[in-house]
């Protein structure tokens, strides 16, 4: 039971970090209709994360609630990959890191829509209509960005380039991922990892990039509570109401 | 008060009358969020669906049910929170439909989306081309000016003919 708690923990800690890293954009997006799109995905993303979080805390069993598992755990204690705590750099970064983390979160949701545990069924099954949106915003941006200027497609590139290294982790199974799969609960990494390198490179293919090497040297850590600096700085922010205000609410 | 529950039907109607928080011209019951209504000795029990995971007006949606049948005199409420089959605006009635156009907003132009299509190699083009019609003047020379608007279950659009911007509410 606890290996599931784990591994809704990694569910729910993606979306609730690459949610908060979104909704810093808040005000800043580079035109109001992104800044619109991009935190009505960071909502949505929102969402999941409470559903996921609170499932983990009812397993638990401790009385943790989504806002406890949410607002009080430390860095090492949280349960992201190290993708979505990459900074949002300029808009081409932004975008090129959510384009390669909906993809998987796509098929990922499709795999767990069929998972033997009902209600992580229930939940991917929800999910996946909002990330198929996100998805094909992701992928339509990808394309404008990558096929546009000499100047986007430069910097949509390097940011391509600079977050391969960040890609593979969600397709790296430890014990917990394969406990998973055992048990009938997530999908094999391998259909999952064959899916999003297809898309990906159909995706590049259109938007004139260059695909980076599927079999280059990846980071890992983060779903174990090994993270990047970025987290910290993350959490600190995120936090800081909960940790000064404890038991605070709207 | 008496201890005999109303009917169903009656339940139904009064649910009728909940408007969403958002978008004041539809009813709950027309947007499709409530599912069933039962009664369980005396209280009544309401099944929902939420519309999208994090959207903020759910939680005054489930305030305003209860409210609504308290204030016909229903003294115990139970909402149940039913995710699958996940919400969908296929469940939109008619009526709510012509109320969102009505209001401004362009009703989903078609069933809801398909979400395999991403798979059958038709990949980024499989975002369905929609007709979208202008809710102020009719004109079916319609654009998307953005994928998300004002709320994530509408994008925003423009007439080409009127030259004005109005919502969609989008398939889902």
């Known amino acids: 039971m606890d290996q599931k708690i784990e591994y809704l923990l990694r569910q729910g800690d993606n979306a609730l970090i690459l949610s908060q890293q979104l909704s810093k954009l808040c005000g800043k997006g580079p035109a109001l209709e992104e800044d619109m799109a991009l935190t009505n995905v960071a909502l949505d993303l929102l969402g999941q994360t409470r559903m996921w979080l609170t499932y983990a805390g009812e397993l638990e069993g401790r009385g943790r609630t989504e806002d406890q598992l949410a607002f009080l755990r430390d860095a090492h204690d949280m349960r992201c990959c190290l993708i979505v705590e990459q900074p949002n750099g300029n808009y081409a970064d932004t975008m090129v890191r959510q384009f390669y983390f909906d993809t998987w979160h796509y098929f990922l949701m499709q795999g767990l829509a069929k998972s033997v545990d009902a209600r992580i069924a229930e939940i991917a099954e929800k999910s996946i209509k909002e990330i198929t949106y996100h998805l094909r915003r992701s992928g339509d941006l990808i394309v404008r960005l990558g096929d546009g200027t000499p100047d986007s497609h430069a910097k949509t590139q390097a940011a391509v380039n600079e977050l391969w290294m960040y890609s593979g982790e969600m397709f790296l199974y430890d014990a917990i991922d394969d406990a ?35 079999a280059a040297w990846m980071q890992r850590g983060g779903k174990t509570g090994r993270h990047s600096e970025h987290l910290g700085y993350i959490l600190a922010e995120m936090q800081f109401l909960q940790r000064s205000y404890p038991g605070a609410e709207w | 008060m008496s201890t005999q529950p109303a009917s169903t039907e009656q339940v139904w109607a009064w649910l009728g009358e909940v408007s969403d928080p958002e978008i004041p011209v539809i009813s709950v019951v027309d947007l499709g969020i409530v599912r069933a209504v039962a009664w369980e000795e005396t209280t009544c029990v309401v099944t929902i669906t939420p519309t999208y995971s994090g959207c903020p007006a759910m939680t005054v949606i489930a305030d305003s049910v209860r409210d609504a049948l308290h204030s016909h005199g229903v003294p115990e409420v139970r909402l149940v929170n039913q995710l699958s089959p996940a919400w969908t605006t296929d469940w939109m009635s008619d009526t709510g439909k012509a109320a969102l156009k009505g209001y401004g907003i362009a009703p989903p132009a078609q069933q809801a989306m398909d979400i395999s299509g991403l798979r059958l190699g038709v990949k980024r083009v499989a975002a369905p081309k929609l007709v979208v019609i202008c809710p102020n003047c009719g004109s079916s020379h319609t654009e998307l000016t953005s994928q998300f608007g004002s709320t994530p279950c509408k994008a925003l659009y423009k007439c080409l003919d009127c030259r004005e911007p109005f919502d969609y509410f989008k398939c889902h």
């Open chain 1, 180 to 214: 998973m799969v055992e048990q009938g609960v997530a999908p094999a990494a391998d259909g999952l990892r064959a899916a999003f390198i297809e898309h990906v490179s159909e995706i590049f293919a259109e938007a004139t990039l260059t695909m980076p090497d599927p």
